[in-house]
Structure formats: C-alpha cells, structure tokens
C-alpha cells in the first residue's frame, strides 16, 4: 500500500507555534547544562578581554606612545595588544571544548527521539510506517541540528562576548563613538531579524518537500520493475516532477531572502565604518585624539564587522534551519488515519464459525483481502472465530495467505470488505492510540534482538514494573526461562544482567528469547508467524506448549504438521477454501491436510 500525500508527516505551522513548540524542550535541555554553559561563558569572557585589548592597545599605543615620541610606550602597549590576542586564542580552544559538551548531547537526544518516533508511528498505524522520510529524520536532520547548533552557538556567543569587549573598549575611549557606530548597525540588526520570519517559512517548506520527495522516490524505487513493466513512466514521473518543481521554486525564493539578508550585512557592517570616517573631521576637531579614532576604527573592522557577519550568516541560515528541524523532532506523533469503515460481513457457514457464548479472543466475518486492484484475492469471504484460550494452528502452501491473516489480526492490514475484530473490537486501533497494542503481541519469522541485556531482551514487551515489585518480576523471567528451556542459552550468555549482542547469536537462539518475550507478554492474544521455523521439532514442541499452557489465546502458523498436530484446531487454507477442524477430523475434509499427514507419517516412519 502506498502514500500519496504529498506533505510528511509533521505539517507546517507558524513561526509563532514552532517556538511554543520548540522553546520549552531548548530551555529543559539547556537547565539540564547549567555547568557546560557556565565553561562556556567563562572561556568566552576572555575572548571580551581579547576584543577590549585590541582595540584599547592600538589607541594608547598612538597617543601615549609613538605620537607622543614614547617608541617602548607604544611598544608595550602593542605587545598588550598581542598578549591579548594570544588570550583570545587560549579561550578559542576552552571554548571549543565546551561547546562538544552541548552539541553531541544534542544529537545523542534527537537521534533517540527520532527512533522513538518512528517506532510510534508504526506501532500506531503499521500500513503508514516511516519510510524514507523516517531515515532522512534519523541521519540528515539529527546532523543538521547537531551542525547548525554548534554553529549558532558559537557565533551568537562569539557576537555577544565580542560586542561587550569593543564598546566596554569604546566607552572607555570616548563614549562619542558608539553614537557614531551604533544606530547604523541597530539598522542592519534590525533589517536583518525583518528577513528571519519569512526565510524559516520558506525553510520549513522545503524541509516538507524534501521529505515528501525522499518518500516518493523510496515509494518509487520499490516498485520500480512493475512501474517499467507495465509502461507506467509517464505517471510516475507526473508524481515526482512537481516536488521537484517546488524544490526549484522554493531554493530561488531562499536566495531571493539571502540576497536581503546581505543588503542588512553590509548596512550593518560597513555603515558604521563610512559613519566614523565621515565623523572622523567632527570628531578630531572636538578633542577626539587620533589613536581613539584609530582604535573605534579598529574595533567596528577587526572586531565587530566579522562578529556581524558571522552571526548574521548563521542567524539567516542554520539559525531558521536550526527552529525547523528541532520542530519536527518536538511535534507530538501524527495521529494514525482511521481504519478502514467495515464492509458487511458475508454470512459463511460451516464449522469454521463455531458458536461462542463469551467474546471471542480474535473473529473475521467475510473478510476478503487482495494485493492490489485486479489482484485475485488471497482470502476471499473468510469467516473465523477463535475461542478465548484456544490453540489454532494455520497451515497452507508457501504464499497461501496465512502471513496475510496474522497481519489481519494484527492490525497491520485492513480487509477490503469484512471485519476483522480482536477482543471483540476492530483489530486496527483507534486513531489516538499508542504504544503497544494490549491485545496482542506478533512474532514474526525473523526474531527481534536488540543490544541489552537479557532480562532486557525478556521483558521489553511487559509493562514497567513496580519498584517494589522486582523480585516477583525476577522470579516470573525465571519462571518463563525454565518454561521454555532457554536455562542453558542465558547461562552461556553471562545470565540474565549480561549484554546481548545480536550478531553473535544463531536464528534459533533469536527465536528463543523473542519467544520468552512473548511468554512474558501480557496480551491475551499471541500470533506466532513461523516463529519457530529456525528451531528443531523438540525445542519447538516445548515452547509451544509452554505458549500454549500460558493464559491467553496461542495462533500460529505451522511450518510443520506435528505442531498442528498439538492444536486444538487447524485451519487450513488451501486457495479456494478455508477448513477448519481438528487434526483427527480433517483428513477427511481437505485433501490438502490429509497429504500433508501422509507426507509427515512417511517422514516419521522412515
């Protein structure tokens, strides 16, 4: 099933909603740092020593020095200048290293969000999983941010600390100066932050587009050889054309901006240069001494202008980039789109659908389901009932469709008429819902392991536990480890608080701990799809009795007739019709199951 829409998943709001948005997480994250920044504004106040010096240096180097006749007085003066900029250097490197600590945090955090949210997404509405865009969030955007904010907050504390250090430096010269400098460059500053609005506008919707294209190429390249064989280019190129289109649109309108933001640099920047020479008559003939001009002049070129520029450059550009990626990692999940409305259910009869006083623990009434528009259906009016605390066993040919009926119950897939219900209500969840699905729990053919621990790998699927109930949370993982025989697995893995590494376990020994997991689960409703396949008959006759003996309902597709043999039912699906009965009754019914019987009694004789 593919997406059409062409915006992702977090829309675009207002610039006044991504701050509310985005401002409380910066400002959690930022108390959670108080020593990093304190670091880092002591390294930066010598930075403002660095800029007072410069500046103040030149100025009585001049006056008290070599204008003076003093040459060693304007010498010393100079070397003052110098020292201080050694002391700018020194603080450069303390600066650096208190920046890693808020920037690689940062990242860390995003990169963890943007897992999180992806895994919500999917939980809530498996059929629109994250595709492209989810990995765009989860590599590009989470070094965006780390970049731009690294960027932004060396620059805008680079500006500040540089700004106190040249007009601390001014005022004690003459506090004539900043009337001269000032007000051209509050002007740029003031043009400059007109622009910044607008380009996040901007910015955000090219972010939007870029994740819709990234989807729509992932969407395309999947089924790329179908595409091209049913000679469907033209429409799949009238799909990309206009995003690609509105990228184009979008990057001229961003430069059209930078071209503005320029025009503020250069007011802001070179302005106040022009004012103090052209004040620079005025100023001399009313007591300005040649080394204070010399030194304002020093200050607004060497010091100020290239603060300016750089805070500028990374306001206009990673500052709004900065606000709109860190809006899409705090936007809360998008709600999953509604399940499909349920088709009247056709009335089948036969011993499929057995009576059920109580609710029962998974039921389909009619429900067809094909891969696609003119596709022969893989179920076709399918009516089940599975009782509270029943075995079912599913079993058919290799493509047969009984993946397709665990996805059904699942929640993964929506019929194309029928109903599919688990505990008496619609199998897809409810549209604000999230987290795991209480109901049931799903174990597919491939095992899923993660790094942690083994008590980790065992109980992922439980509910967090009540501190003060850690040792009958113990005592049930040890319960479910003797269960299912895995005593001998978690002791050559180190025991229970020893670390898991996926790749170094076989497939069985995967399946036998995402099995325990399932043990551990509280859903009612287990729905096994091949979980065993990588297991021998022993090995997996134990874990499904164990399954089976637990409280609950245990459906599983069988890849072998002796694991039928152990359900209270079996349903067999054989491409047109479904059979259900038991193991003793449905050789005569499916001549489907009474050779695979035959097959397996051969098997065993042998």
């Known amino acids: 099933m593919t997406r059409t829409g062409t915006r992702p998943e977090t829309g675009a709001g207002t610039e006044t909603e991504a701050r509310r948005r985005v401002a409380p ?15 880092l504004a002591a390294w930066s106040l010598l930075e403002s020593a660095h800029t ?21 007085t304007g010498l010393a003066w100079l070397a003052a200048a110098a020292a201080g900029a050694l002391l700018g250097g020194l603080a450069l490197r303390g600066v650096f290293a208190g920046l890693a600590d808020l920037v690689e945090p940062l990242r860390d955090g995003l990169v963890r969000r943007a897992v999180r949210q992806a895994l919500d997404r999917a939980v809530g509405d498996p059929v629109r999983a994250p595709g492209a865009g989810a990995v765009s969030r989860l590599t590009q955007q989470t070094e965006m941010a780390r970049d731009s904010s690294a960027g932004l ?11 106190v250090g040249a007009f601390a430096g001014m005022a004690a010269l003459a506090p004539v100066l900043l009337l001269i400098v000032l007000p051209p460059l509050l002007l740029g500053v003031a043009v400059f932050l007109a622009t910044l609005r607008p380009m996040a506008a901007v910015q955000r919707r090219s972010l ?3 994740e819709a294209l990234a989807d729509r190429l992932g969407e395309l390249g999947e089924g790329l050889r179908d595409v091209v064989a049913c000679g469907g280019q033209a429409s799949a190129q009238d799909r990309i054309e206009p995003l690609i289109a509105a990228q184009e649109r979008l990057a001229r309108r961003l430069a059209g901006w930078a071209a503005l933001r320029t025009l503020a640099l250069g007011t802001a920047g070179r302005l106040p240069v022009v004012a103090l020479l052209a004040a620079a008559p005025w100023l001399l003939a009313h007591g300005v ?32 980039r900065l606000l709109v990626v860190l809006e899409r990692f705090c936007a809360a999940p ?6 499909a409305p349920a088709v009247k259910a056709q009335q089948v009869t036969g011993p499929a659908r057995p009576p059920a006083a109580a609710a029962a623990a998974a039921e389909l009434r009619g429900v067809t389901f094909a891969y696609g528009r003119g596709a022969a259906p893989v179920l076709d009016a399918l009516d089940l009932v599975v009782r509270p605390g029943e075995h079912l066993a599913v079993v058919g040919p290799s493509g047969i469709g009984k993946s397709t009926l665990t996805a059904l119950l699942a929640g993964m897939l929506a019929p194309d008429a029928g109903t599919v219900l688990v505990a008496g209500t619609g199998a897809r969840r409810a549209p604000d819902a999230s987290g795991p699905d209480p109901r049931r729990t799903l174990l597919p053919q491939q095992a899923y392991v993660f790094t942690g621990t083994v008590r980790e790998n065992l109980t992922h699927l439980c509910p967090t536990p009540d501190p003060g109930d850690a040792r009958s949370a113990d005592a049930r993982v040890r319960h479910a480890v003797g269960a299912l025989g895995l005593d001998g697995l978690v002791e050559r893995l180190g025991g229970l ?9 076989s497939r069985g020994e995967s399946q036998q701990l995402a099995l325990a997991a399932a043990y551990l689960s509280p859903a009612p409703l287990l729905l096994l799809d091949e979980a065993t396949c990588h297991l021998d008959p022993r090995t997996e006759e134990r874990a499904e009795r164990a399954l089976a003996a637990r409280p609950g309902t245990l459906v599983v597709v069988a890849h072998r007739v002796s694991s039928a043999a152990r359900a ?18 449905l050789p005569a019914r499916s001549p489907l199951y009474r050779d695979l019987v035959g097959k397996w009694n051969e098997t065993t004789d042998g």
């Not at 997480?25 to 670091?39: C, H, I, P, T």
């Not at 608080?497 to 376990?505: F, H, I, S, W």
């Open 25 to 39: 997480e910066g400002r959690r994250f930022l108390r959670g740092r108080k020593s990093a920044l304190a670091r």
């Open 153 to 163: 907050v060396l620059t805008v504390r680079s500006f500040v600390f540089t700004a």
């Open 497 to 505: 608080d020893a670390e898991v590494r996926p790749g170094l376990l």
């Open 334 to 339: 998008p709600h999953p789109l509604p399940a």
């Open 52 to 72: 007072f010096l410069g500046g103040y240096g030149v100025a009585r180097a001049l006056d008290d020095g070599f204008l003076a006749g003093r040459t060693a």
């Open 568 to 585: 209270d039912r079996v349903l067999v699906l054989d491409g047109t019709r479904a059979v259900c009965g038991t193991h003793a009754e």
């Open 208 to 210: 939007d587009t870029d």
């Open 289 to 320: 001494t040649a080394g204070t001009l010399a030194g304002g002049l020093t200050y607004v070129v060497q010091a100020l202008l290239p603060a300016i520029d750089s805070l500028m450059t990374a306001l206009g550009s990673a500052g709004t």
